[in-house]
């Protein structure tokens, strides 16, 4: 159980265009969805929780016009990076719990995204 | 904000010796988190701490939280190569946000 997914797993796409990265719970409804971000040999920065149905909560830092979240259903959750940049290049993982007092984090597998 | 150290930032040992990874807080723990990872995927949950003393295994893996809630132990008996990789500690604030706060993680190589 507790199963999450995440599509595409790699990704690359040129400068200035935009990449969504889909973010699912298979087996449970998550109520909160987390995105972070990691580096190469790095631990996972924060960039937003997204809870179903409200706007996200971005860290600071992070900025929300460039990364797009949505989280539509209580299975899915959007990060959009728009007008991607080669900073933007990175390792980006999602996680996601079912609340109610439960705070272990499921991960998906991530994606790499590369910015050419 | 709270910090955690993890300790030894990497390790080297050989296949069937046992092996201890030190995750250290800046405040108390309300919720303690193991994960592992394997470079370029997602984090596997270990275990969770919750209370102070606590001790839970799983396998040839053992976890200990401090009677102080500041400080926790992954121990890992008779390691092997299926052992290795990125192994990180992670911590909830107690509030309702469900956030973790991620140590930098040890990095786990183990030689058959």
């Known amino acids: 159980g507790a199963v999450v997914s995440q599509h595409p797993s790699w990704v690359i796409c040129k400068s200035g265009t935009s990449v969504k990265i889909e973010c699912r719970s298979l087996?449970?409804?998550?109520?909160?969805m987390f995105w972070y971000r990691q580096f190469p040999k790095q631990s996972l920065m924060l960039m937003a929780t997204s809870n179903e149905g409200s706007k996200a909560t971005y860290e600071q830092g992070v900025e929300k016009d460039k990364f797009l979240i949505n989280h539509a259903s209580l299975t899915l959750s959007t990060l959009t990076v728009t007008s991607a940049h080669p900073e933007d290049s990175s390792f980006y993982i999602c996680s996601a719990t079912w609340g109610a007092g439960v705070y272990e984090q499921y991960f998906g597998p991530g994606t790499r995204l590369t910015v050419t | 904000s709270q910090e955690l150290e993890q300790s030894p930032q990497s390790l080297i040992v050989q296949e069937g010796k046992n092996l201890t990874i030190n995750c250290t807080s800046s405040k108390t723990l309300y919720g303690l988190y193991w994960y592992k990872q394997k470079y370029g995927e997602g984090l596997i949950f270990l275990m969770m701490?919750?209370?102070?003393?606590e001790e839970k295994s799983h396998e040839k893996i053992t976890a200990k939280l401090d009677e102080k809630k500041q400080q926790s132990s992954l121990h890992i008996t008779a390691s092997q190569p299926s052992h290795a990789g990125i192994y990180l500690c992670g911590a909830d604030g107690g509030g309702s946000n469900y956030k973790l706060t991620f140590g930098k993680g040890t990095l786990l190589t183990v030689n058959p």
């Open positions: 701490l919750q209370k102070g003393g």
């Open positions: 087996d449970f409804q998550a109520t909160t």
